[in-house]
């Protein structure tokens, strides 16, 4: 079993014992459980290449990243009572008030601008992806180096949420046409209020964290394409408080777990290992 899907087993055993204790529910157990069956019979089969590989490599990672989210609101409203939208609103009205003003008002907000940065903002969870696929295409060794630090920087934000839930600075839908934009921003709009069963998921800011290791370790697989990915990351970090959905104090957060994963990864992968497991003379992309 790779360290990511050991990460992976870890977090889904943890998630469902707090669901199973604060917030019972058939359905969200069901889910876990089924993410968990499916992480641990394709790592025990070892399937590598083919469509049983890449359901191992890709589908049950992204899977897990997805559904896990899809269930945490209940889960941390139980856990986690208190709110903590006031604290960062504070930070932002107080440290930066003036740059948080200019940022959502960036050139005066024209409707082609906000539908762009909408696209960017829904584009999040393809720049993980990237990543991982770039690797990927450089072998097992780089593969496991991309994946693991992007599954602990998720697994990690969503600890965050537990830890300090806030909902941002969202905008009640009744009053959504105000942030401008076309048909392209209404329909962003319309897919987030349908998709996102997450809303207490703003501090540490998830789209900053994850763009940015993402985008680092995009760069050190394909630095031909790394200016393409940092400035990919830089617009989807520029989109969060763009289209009022987090506070500035929730992207420093995010900078700060960036950081803190990159760093803390390649540890946390070797305690995840098993050792002697790498083929003598196999290349590791360094993390």
């Not at 641990?40 to 359901?55: C, F, N, S």
């Amino acid at each position: 079993m790779r360290p990511s899907e050991r990460l992976s087993v870890l977090f889904l055993l943890a998630l469902s014992a707090a669901t199973a204790a604060w917030s019972p529910a058939p359905g969200r157990l069901l889910l876990l459980a089924g993410l968990l069956g499916a992480t641990l019979a394709l790592a025990r089969a070892a399937v590598r290449g083919g469509p049983a590989g890449l359901l191992r490599d890709v589908a049950v990672p992204v899977g897990v990243v997805v559904g896990t989210f899809m269930v945490l609101e209940p889960v941390i409203a139980a856990v986690n009572p208190a709110r903590y939208d006031a604290v960062l609103a504070a930070f932002d009205d107080r440290w930066c008030s003036g740059l948080v003003e200019a940022w959502r008002g960036a050139l005066g907000r024209p409707a082609a601008l906000t539908d762009a940065t909408y696209l960017v903002y829904v584009s999040f969870y393809l720049l993980p992806l990237a990543a991982f696929l770039l690797a990927r295409r450089r072998g097992p060794e780089a593969m496991e180096a991309v994946a693991f630090p992007v599954l602990l920087g998720f697994y990690a934000s969503y600890l965050g949420y537990a830890l300090w839930p806030a909902t941002g600075p969202r905008v009640a839908a009744a009053g959504e046409a105000a942030l401008g934009g076309g048909t392209v921003a209404e329909a962003v709009r319309w897919f987030l209020r349908a998709a996102e069963a997450t809303t207490l998921d703003a501090f540490p800011s998830g789209h900053t964290a994850l763009s940015l290791v993402a985008a680092a370790l995009g760069a050190r697989v394909a630095p031909r394409l790394g200016p393409l990915l940092v400035a990919w990351a830089a617009a989807i970090v520029f989109s969060t408080v763009y289209v009022h959905v987090h506070y500035l104090a929730d992207l420093l957060g995010g900078a700060v777990l960036a950081g803190l994963t990159l760093a803390l990864a390649p540890a946390a992968s070797r305690a995840l290992g098993r050792p002697g497991t790498r083929r003598p003379g196999a290349a590791v992309l360094p993390i």
